[in-house]
């Protein structure tokens, strides 16, 4: 029996000091670690699953206008306007509301118009200097919906001070 203890006592003295040694090679830099067994048929891999992705807002949650501004953004223009020319439009940020087109054609903020000459619709919206370079435009998304454009395309639109 007393021979058991003491083979028993020197495995666990073993034990620990293989241990302490592992530890201690592991945490110095550079030092080697030992390798792990390659993967075979047998061993199984398991993963945690992917995260489930951020629920996404729609455009119709995004646009805060209401259909009162919506009516008065789509009327006739009631005064004469100066075409400053074409531009080719993109969705500009979502989180700005309110109808605008950030565009190269103006200098100074002013009101104008927009139109899409593929379908005709037009809109009225604030009309502010983009400084950024380039000769593309930045259009609300409330206008963009206004026009029937899909908000990933990138139509060429007709710009119009008032």
């Known amino acids: 029996m007393r021979i058991a203890s003491i083979a028993l006592t020197a495995a666990c003295g073993l034990i620990l000091v293989g241990c302490s040694q592992m530890a201690s090679m592991q945490s110095?830099?550079?030092?080697?670690?030992?390798?792990t067994p390659p993967a075979t048929a047998a061993t199984a891999i398991t993963r945690a699953p992917a995260p489930r992705p951020a629920a996404r807002a729609t455009p119709a949650q995004l646009d805060t206008t209401t259909a009162e501004q919506r009516?008065?953004?789509?009327?006739?223009p009631a005064q004469a306007e100066q075409r400053l020319g074409t531009t080719v439009g993109s969705l500009g940020n979502p989180a700005e509301g309110g109808f605008w087109i950030k565009t190269p054609l103006v200098e100074e903020r002013a009101m104008g118009r927009i139109v899409n000459p593929a379908t005709g619709k037009s809109a009225k919206v604030e009309l502010i200097p983009l400084t950024t370079g380039g000769s593309g435009s930045q259009v609300s998304l409330p206008a963009l919906q206004l026009l029937d454009v899909p908000l990933t395309d990138?139509?060429?639109?007709?710009?119009?001070?008032?």
Do not use: F, K, M
């Open 28 to 35: 110095r830099p550079g030092a080697a670690t030992p390798e």
């Open 71 to 76: 009516a008065a953004a789509a009327e006739a």
């Open 154 to 162: 990138l139509p060429t639109l007709e710009v119009y001070r008032s």
